[in-house]
């Protein structure tokens, strides 16, 4: 039988390890670990957690949702960052200002974390904001697909100054649906030369500076039957070959409601994996994880690309105090915008 590759991301329930949690982490089948504000109480706790994680496997991948806004999972005693969308409307009034500020949010992010010894945020966002989606909203950078790869770009400038490779969602794009993937299954009805002249525009104006991206729970009936995190079509054929995305795929979180349409967890993980995600993320449900990774077990699996390239550049982490202070002066310049 092959050796088990690492393709799964994991989770815990709280704010330190449990035998269980450390008998996972240990598991071949697991290479990543994501953390929820349950994870969270203080920096100190949370520097403790991530030595206790990498104590048990050191090369683990460590990610958060760290994007800002109400997006935000770790707050007391992190920077309370903005939503995108603040940034967004400030480009309208004042397009570089907006541009640099988005560099030095991203690199603040990002330097916060990679201190903490965590390697990504699944960030930016990338989906273009039409006003009908009711979870993407002011995540988004704003409505203009231009705009959003404009500020997106500088907002990985950012990251990658931290020593942070960025990881774009929600691939082709989720801000022309209404349903929340969370909850339930969108369907996006749009033809593909539609999605691509609007939602996909950053995605492809940014694929050689994205290493990861997260595609959506969301069928686009015109395109392929099947949501697009579980589609050949939309992540082998249009991903991979006509846009030339050569980074790492991530699934999004097979607990959601989008991806329940699948099966169980462990047809889920199947058609995510066979479909071409390289990792994929199975949070929330503990019974769901180890039904996972028994049949990984059974049924090892290969992922196109190793996620090892999106581990943070501890090196590049220092962001000077003029730096930063030029960072919170920018959050505090544009409140209006989201406070």
Sequence with gaps: MSAISPVVMMDVGGTHLTEEDKALLRHPAVGGLILFTR???DPQQLR???QSIRAERPEILIAVDQEGGRVQRFREGFVELPPMGAIGKHFEK???QALSGATLVGQLMAAELVDMGIDISFAPVLDVDDGSSTIIGDRSFGKD???VAQLAEAFIDGMQLAGMAATGKHF???GSVVADSHLELPVDPRPLADIKAHDMVPFTALVNQLQGIMPAHIVYPQVDSQPAGFSKTW???ILRQEVGFQGVIFSDDLGMAGAAQAGNFAQRAEAALNAGCDMVLACNERA??????????KHPIAPTQSVSVLRARQQAVAMSQQRRFQA???LENIRAYWS
């Design 39 to 41: 994870n969270y109480e």
């Design 48 to 50: 403790q957690l991530v």
């Design 94 to 96: 004042a397009p570089s």
């Design 145 to 147: 697909p231009q705009v």
């Design 172 to 174: 082709p794009g989720h």
């Design 235 to 237: 992540l082998q054929t």
């Design 288 to 297: 769901g994880q180890i039904e996972v990774i028994e049949w990984l077990e």
């Design 328 to 330: 919170l002066s920018y």
